[in-house]
């Protein structure tokens, strides 16, 4: 016989709400409503902080590190996963943090490129269109955050079509550089 046959009707109902209420969700850490004040001076630093006199033309501190061959784009990465980490304790959707992560994965490998990646710093400002993600994610509506929008998927969709075509053709490229080194040295 099993154990709820042998309870009297009264034990039996306490055991049942014992059970919902082990089976209750764990409450949900609270979720920031107001985007931090340090994360919007962060992505200022990093991406507007200074101004090319009569150009009007801004950059930050990504671009001043990305000059130093080898490890300023790290830093400057290391600065933007901080704001990435940001969109977790905000509750950012899933799709929404790939977005933002690639956005800092494209600054970093673009822009550790010697020179053309150098000016490359100076226009692509990941860090404020983080925050600017953030703060859109923020004024939706509650029951609207969690679900990612066409934009998102459609950008992470053309980036990682991207990035498998420029794998595509770095492949294709040493093959064909390959070929043309064993035909010169006659292999």
Same mark, same amino acid.
């Given at each position: 016989?099993?154990?709820?046959?042998?309870?009297?009707?009264?034990?039996?109902?306490?055991?049942r709400?014992?059970?919902?209420?082990?089976?209750?969700?764990?409450?949900?850490p609270?979720?920031?409503?107001?985007?931090?004040?340090e994360?919007?001076?962060?992505?200022?630093?990093?991406?507007?902080?200074?101004?090319?006199?009569?150009l009007g033309i801004?950059?930050?501190?990504?671009?001043?590190l990305?000059?130093i061959?080898?490890?300023?784009?790290?830093?400057?990465?290391?600065?933007?996963l901080?704001?990435? @980490?940001a969109a %977790?304790r905000?509750?950012?959707?899933?799709?929404?943090?790939?977005?933002?992560? &690639?956005? *800092? /994965?494209?600054?970093?490998?673009?822009g550790?490129?010697p020179i053309v990646?150098?000016?490359?710093?100076v226009?692509?400002?990941?860090?404020?269109?983080?925050?600017a993600?953030?703060r859109? @994610?923020?004024? %939706?509506?509650?029951?609207?955050?969690?679900?990612?929008?066409w934009?998102?998927r &459609?950008? *992470? /969709?053309?980036?990682?079509?991207?990035?498998?075509?420029?794998?595509?053709?770095?492949?294709l490229?040493?093959?064909?550089?390959m070929?043309?080194?064993?035909?010169?040295?006659?292999?």
């Amino acid at each position: 016989m099993s154990r709820a046959n042998q309870l009297p009707l009264s034990q039996l109902k306490n055991l049942r709400t014992q059970r919902k209420e082990r089976s209750a969700p764990l409450p949900s850490p609270a979720v920031p409503t107001q985007l931090a004040p340090e994360l919007e001076a962060l992505a200022a630093w990093l991406d507007s902080a200074f101004r090319v006199p009569g150009l009007g033309i801004r950059f930050g501190l990504d671009a001043i590190l990305g000059l130093i061959p080898g490890v300023g784009d790290t830093f400057s990465s290391l600065a933007s996963l901080y704001i990435l @980490h940001a969109a %977790t304790r905000y509750g950012v959707p899933r799709t929404t943090i790939m977005r933002m992560g &690639l956005n *800092v /994965a494209i600054d970093y490998v673009v822009g550790s490129l010697p020179i053309v990646g150098d000016l490359f710093d100076v226009f692509w400002k990941s860090n404020q269109w983080n925050v600017a993600i953030l703060r859109h @994610h923020l004024a %939706t509506a509650p029951d609207q955050r969690k679900q990612s929008t066409w934009g998102d998927r &459609l950008f *992470v /969709a053309v980036v990682i079509a991207m990035l498998l075509a420029t794998l595509v053709g770095s492949v294709l490229i040493a093959v064909w550089l390959m070929r043309s080194l064993a035909h010169v040295i006659g292999l």
